[in-house]
């Protein structure tokens, strides 16, 4: 606190010192500083967005932007400013008026995202079928899975499993031979990175004679730590709790692209399309990270 006093004391002015102690909505580049500020802090006084600026240095300048300078640790500052809609600076532009540096927002852009994409080949075969199958899920948590397995699989009599709620592989494995021997047609709900737990579901199918798909979920991993951060925060009743970053590593590392020559009868690609108002659209396209 020792520079900021000095800054205080300068300044002469009220100062609120904000800190995120959390990877929460409060953590930059998410707003929730900001809104507790306007909504809480501010003395009921309204801020003039367009006669305010943010002052940030992770601003996502690469390595040599000036002579000697490491790159940005980050671009969460310049991401704030955006969220909110202020005029950014850097501190060397603002406090020096030096020229700003070029900079990368990063690998993943959500304000470039498409509104509206195809679900899925629309040449391909129907998502539900009539006949009785196993359909193996693949992809990164917060890819959509669950969402797409609740609205396109579940209604029509697909038996629901998931590992989040059966806690283990093999209760998995068990749940999914019940019911193909119930003579219903199973959906798996789960990750599944890697070849040899496909392998489980894919040999179950094969014993009951019936046919297996894979439903592989193309959101990649920035995508999907995006709609994490997005759906954790959204006050609705199917919010969830923030996933640490060892569930995206840990998928990455095991990740085997699903092929055809593991026994599958059809490979389906699924894309992430966002469903919402317009409003939730403007929020979805906030930065999250």
């Known amino acids: 606190m020792a520079h900021q006093r000095v800054y205080m004391d300068q300044l002469a002015v009220p100062v609120w010192i904000l800190a995120a102690m959390n990877k929460d909505q409060y953590r930059k580049p998410m707003t929730g500083m900001w809104d507790f500020l306007e909504e809480k802090e501010n003395e009921g006084v309204p801020i003039d967005r367009s006669q305010s600026f943010y002052v ?47 900079f990368s927002w990063g690998a993943f852009n959500p304000q470039e995202y498409p509104r509206t994409l195809p679900l899925t080949d629309q040449s391909s075969p129907p998502i539900a079928s009539k006949e009785k199958e196993v359909i193996v899920f693949v992809g990164y948590p917060s890819s959509g899975k669950s969402y797409f397995a609740q609205k396109y699989l579940v209604p029509e009599g697909y038996e629901y499993v998931n590992q989040d709620t059966l806690k283990s592989r093999d209760k998995c494995v068990k749940a999914c031979k019940n019911a193909l021997a119930a003579d219903k047609s199973v959906v798996i709900d789960n990750t599944n990175p890697e070849a040899s737990t496909r392998a489980l579901y894919i040999k179950l199918a094969q014993l009951a004679s019936v046919p297996v798909r894979c439903f592989y979920f193309t959101a990649d991993e920035h995508l999907a730590r995006h709609n994490n951060l997005y759906r954790a925060v959204q006050p609705s009743p199917t919010a969830r709790e923030v996933l640490g970053d060892i569930a995206f590593r840990t998928f990455k590392s095991k990740f085997q692209e699903p092929k055809l020559s593991e026994g599958f009868d059809e490979i389906k690609k699924i894309n992430f399309v966002f469903e919402g108002s317009d409003a939730q659209w403007q929020i979805w396209r906030q930065w999250r990270h």
């Open 56 to 102: 940030g240095d992770a601003a996502g300048r690469e390595a040599g932007w000036k002579l000697t300078m490491k790159k940005d640790h980050s671009c969460v500052d310049r991401k704030f400013a955006a969220n909110i809609g202020l005029k950014f600076h850097t501190p060397e532009g603002f406090f020096l008026n030096e020229a700003e540096a070029p």
